[in-house]
């Protein structure tokens, strides 16, 4: 099974960037599509966007299109979530999953394991 280890959240100021990583264990890794969702206080833990196995197909979800921007490195194991021009409403816990598959999804019941989240926190 793969597991996965975010890191990278934090504070910061509206306007602001971070860039999030998520370490994976195993060697089948660059197999699968790899994703991103957050989990706001309160709210259902939603799609933010993922990349496929390759790392040629990237898909977001509307509200981050032109800010966030999905990669990964095959060789490190690893999928990055870069976050420009943040906003407070970004404000949540984000987390990694893996779906044993090339294709991505943006449902989150299609993921097969999940990373332990790390937050991420907007001030404004």
């Known amino acids: 099974q793969v597991q996965l280890v975010e890191s990278g959240g934090g504070l910061v100021q509206a306007g602001g960037s971070l860039r999030l990583s998520c370490a994976a264990s195993?060697?089948?890794?660059?197999?699968?599509?790899m994703g991103w969702f957050r989990q706001a206080p309160g709210k259902e833990r939603t799609f933010v966007g993922a990349?496929?196995?390759?790392?040629?197909?990237?898909y977001y979800v509307d509200s981050v299109k032109g800010r966030f921007t999905i990669s990964r490195d095959n060789a490190k194991n690893t999928v990055y979530l870069q976050m420009n021009s943040l906003k407070p409403e970004d404000t949540a816990v984000y987390y990694c999953?893996?779906?044993?598959?090339?294709?991505?999804?943006?449902?989150?019941?299609?993921?097969?394991?999940w990373g332990q989240g790390t937050q991420v926190t907007v001030s404004s």
């Open positions: 999953a893996v779906r044993r598959t090339v294709v991505p999804s943006t449902r989150r019941d299609d993921y097969d394991s």
């Open positions: 195993g060697r089948t890794f660059s197999s699968y599509a």
């Open positions: 990349i496929s196995k390759s790392g040629s197909s990237t």
